[in-house]
């Protein structure tokens, strides 16, 4: 009787039973986000690919106005020997006088951008800040383009009269300086481009 009752006092593991163990807590689905090492490789990896990228538009803005630069060359060196005599001199017409003048000037600030950018590029070191010279070149580029298309369009509008009535030597060497002034253009004005994406995406300390 006595076992009986104590038995009664003790619960029954058949009826009563243990807890269930739970599972362990599976890894949240972003664990491998938000392991450190995973975390610092994504950011190595865009910090590369934007050093490649201002990489190849700074490349891309020196080779345009290295372009630019032998361009206004070529079109200032045939428009300063275009001279025949009489009324086949340049220097007699105000339209190639502003186009010779135009490409002289685009050929100093062509080549003084390419010296400061090969500069650069061979020592490291910085001849002006970097902001200051984003906005150089960013302005800079939009007033020469500008100057070239407009002494353009005015030296071409007199050698296309001039070719009307008598197309020779002199009037041939007129059109191939002001296609090279428009060349020159062309150039600046892409770079001009890739100046002002530059300066919109650069952030400056």
Not at 41 to 53: A, Y
Not at 181 to 192: I, K, M, Q
Request: aromatic residues 10%; hydrophobic residues 45%.
């Amino acid at each position: 009787m006595a076992d009986s009752e104590n038995n009664g006092d003790k619960p029954n593991k058949a009826t009563v039973g243990e807890p269930p163990e739970l599972p362990p807590p599976s890894a949240p689905p972003h664990a491998d986000v938000e392991n450190p090492s995973s975390t610092s490789t994504v950011v190595m990896s865009s910090i590369i690919d934007r050093w490649k990228r201002e990489d190849l538009l700074m490349k891309g803005n020196l080779v345009l106005r290295a372009s630019a630069f032998v361009f206004a060359l070529i079109s200032f060196i045939v428009m300063a020997s275009n001279k025949h005599g009489d009324w086949m001199n340049f220097d007699r017409y105000e339209e190639y006088r502003y186009c010779l003048a135009i490409a002289i000037l685009a050929c100093l600030y062509t080549g003084m951008q390419v010296a400061i950018k090969i500069y650069q590029f061979s020592t490291g070191r910085d001849v002006i800040s970097t902001r200051a010279s984003g906005y150089i070149g960013f302005a800079g580029d939009q007033i020469v383009a500008y100057l070239l298309i407009s002494a353009t369009s005015a030296a071409a509008s007199l050698t296309n009269r001039m070719r009307q009535g008598s197309d020779n030597l002199f009037t041939d060497a007129s059109a191939a300086s002001v296609s090279m002034a428009f060349f020159a253009f062309t150039a600046l004005a892409l770079s001009a481009v890739i100046s002002g994406f530059k300066l919109s995406h650069q952030s400056y300390i």
